[in-house]
């Protein structure tokens, strides 16, 4: 039976609005309008003997927006997106060219400014040295460093032991001394210049190319000098 005069179906009219100039495109999602229209036919066309709670109608509101919300939020986020790749671009055009320290045991030494490296000395030591490999994995050079203890920078002018000029290329070095009486490696970083960088896409950063050294992402970077 109708209630108030309106038919079996209280949501017929929805299907019948038409716009006076043109027909409205469906996206197939459920709109603010069309949510209080359909919430507005409930009410009137509700059984007096069973009206609705006013929780639920509440709860209605809510879930509705809460799925708005969601929406919006997801709408934020991909601007938010967009606006972080655009930052990234940004910074990435400004390394290049610049010098930057990664954690690494290899670096390029060049004639004009040799090799440059850091060395996290973990425990004080009076012994650090520091050897050099080429290619081949021979020894070219030992720096004796003597005393020292956390952060230790180090500079190879690109000689070997015997006073020749090594050629320019990708070089190894390997830091050791000792501590309680035992021959302890230690952890090492090279100086590399940014020849370019690629910007990642979604929860890709960005990724630094070192000259001689190759890719490294720009997380692990620990210093732009």
Request: glycine fraction near 12%; aromatic fraction near 8%.
């Amino acid at each position: 039976m109708a209630v108030n005069g309106v038919g079996d179906n209280p949501y017929a009219f929805l299907n019948g609005q038409t716009s006076g100039s043109s027909e409205s495109k469906d996206t197939g999602q459920l709109a603010l309008e069309d949510f209080m229209s359909l919430m507005t036919t409930q009410l009137k066309n509700q059984d007096p003997l069973k009206p609705m709670e006013s929780g639920d109608f509440l709860g209605q509101i809510a879930s509705f927006g809460t799925v708005s919300g969601i929406a919006d939020l997801q709408d934020s986020f991909s601007s938010f997106a967009k606006a972080m790749q655009s930052d990234q671009a940004l910074q990435g055009s400004s390394l290049v060219g610049r010098s930057v320290l990664v954690p690494s045991s290899i670096g390029y030494m060049t004639p004009d400014s040799g090799l440059t490296g850091q060395i996290n000395v973990a425990e004080p030591v009076t012994d650090l040295k520091v050897k050099v490999y080429n290619e081949a994995g021979v020894v070219v050079k030992t720096i004796e460093m003597g005393g020292a203890s956390g952060y230790t920078n180090f500079t190879w002018d690109g000689f070997g032991d015997d006073g020749k000029a090594m050629p320019e290329g990708i070089y190894q070095f390997k830091a050791t001394g000792t501590v309680n009486g035992e021959n302890t490696a230690f952890a090492t970083a090279t100086i590399a210049k940014v020849s370019s960088v690629l910007v990642g896409s979604g929860s890709q950063g960005l990724t630094v190319n070192l000259a001689g050294i190759g890719s490294v992402p720009f997380s692990e970077v620990q210093e732009i000098i």
